[in-house]
């Protein structure tokens, strides 16, 4: 019974740790000085809950013992002071395996929003359908070589929703949700030029690409033979993320532009549609730029914006967007078993990791990603996505 309560401490606090480097990285702080907080904390999560708890719970009785069998005022003060600090400990240890338990809960038992009506999937193998494995001699190489690695196995999904206030002429209208591929040498060119043939198979009314393109700048040569190729009817639209603020972004948005992608970081561009206005929006806060205005206009045409983090959901509601695709938290890359997924760089930690959130009047999709800095993915495939909306429910 001491090893379970013991273990409940030690992951308790290991929950703490991990709290806290999720809400960092959700912070507008740069990679040079993030990646030496992450090392702490992630050192943290291995070694304070074993030298804390082991060390201070298993020998706590054997200590307190010796120091009142001391006839010594300073040994009562010893064990009144090292009691308290064990309580906090112990009630420190407790909130985080609370913690630890509402997020695994709220992530395999919260169901699928009632405005999602529809979902079909498969999963294509990349290194398959390719016949090579895409792999170079990039950085963290050495992780695509653990076992049951899903970098290569991408999930084509089609969701269909039915929204409040989509105008019934744009039934069907959809689009192509694409996110954080991460351009930096490991993963080689092939794999995402053979994902973005995948996505334009999908044949949507636009495409849209929400931030973290490139870790290397190098590699925008990669930008005509990949994004460079979609094409849809109502165009192809993106904002950049975090990964590409540690960068120059102008080269960037330059290259994008150049192919014909629109940058809405922001601002916002009416595109009108079967005679009906949709008001389409981005932002890259809090690293780069300012909000997009949407104005006032009641009633308002239907709104949808281009987010790189979820964090921006609260913003979204107070300014009645309808649909909000988002990226960034790469659906954790790592889902345990019972557990779920552990590390995402948000201010809400995992509860926006990855998928379907109906928070009225805010539809908001998340995006697992397509790639990452680290090539590692359990039981979190990689993802394109194409949305499907329809102005009322399907029976």
């Not at 930008?223 to 165009?235: D, I, M, Q, V």
């Not at 080269?251 to 940058?263: F, H, V």
């Not at 979820?310 to 019972?338: T, Y």
């Not at 805010?362 to 359990?378: A, D």
Request: aromatic residues 10%; negative net charge.
């Amino acid at each position: 019974m001491q090893w379970v309560w013991w273990f409940i401490l030690a992951a308790g606090c290991s929950e703490w740790m991990v709290t806290l480097t999720n809400r960092i990285h959700g912070l507008p702080v740069r990679e040079r000085s993030l990646k030496h907080v992450r090392h702490l904390l992630e050192l943290g999560v291995i070694i304070v809950p074993w030298l804390v708890f082991l060390g201070l719970l298993i020998h706590s009785q054997e200590l307190m013992t010796a120091l009142l069998s001391e006839d010594d005022p300073r040994s009562t003060w010893w064990v009144l002071n090292f009691t308290g600090l064990q309580g906090w400990i112990t009630g420190f240890g407790l909130t985080g395996f609370m913690g630890l338990i509402v997020s695994s809960w709220r992530y395999h038992f919260c169901s699928v929003p009632a405005t999602q009506v529809l979902h079909h999937r498969t999963t294509v193998d990349v290194s398959e359908k390719r016949g090579d494995v895409p792999i170079a001699t990039g950085p963290y190489h050495w992780m695509t070589r653990f076992p049951f690695n899903e970098i290569f196995q991408v999930e084509v999904a089609e969701k269909h929703f039915h929204l409040r206030r989509l105008p019934h002429e744009w039934a069907g209208l959809s689009i192509v949700h694409l996110s954080d591929m991460h351009f930096i040498g490991t993963i080689e060119q092939g794999y995402f030029e053979t994902v973005c043939e995948l996505a334009q198979e999908l044949q949507p009314d636009m495409f849209v690409f929400t931030g973290d393109l490139l870790d290397n700048p190098e590699l925008t040569t990669w930008l005509p033979s990949t994004l460079g190729r979609l094409k849809a009817p109502l165009g192809c639209w993106y904002i950049l993320g975090n990964h590409d603020w540690n960068l120059d972004v102008s080269p960037i948005r330059a290259a994008m532009n150049q192919l014909g992608w629109n940058d809405i970081a922001g601002r916002t561009q009416t595109i009108v549609y079967r005679e009906k206005e949709l008001l389409v929006g981005g932002t890259e806060r809090p690293w780069m730029g300012d909000h997009p205005e949407f104005g006032d206009e009641n009633p308002a045409p239907f709104r949808l914006l281009l987010s790189h983090t979820p964090d921006n959901l609260a913003w979204a509601r107070q300014h009645r967007i309808d649909l909000m695709l988002a990226g960034h938290n790469h659906g954790g890359q790592v889902v345990l078993p019972l557990i779920g997924p552990v590390y995402s760089p948000s201010l809400h930690g995992v509860r926006y990791a990855g998928g379907v959130f109906d928070v009225a009047p805010t539809l908001l999709h998340v995006s697992r990603g397509l790639s990452g800095r680290y090539p590692l993915r359990w039981r979190c495939r990689p993802e394109v996505t194409k949305l499907v909306l329809h102005s009322e429910k399907m029976r």
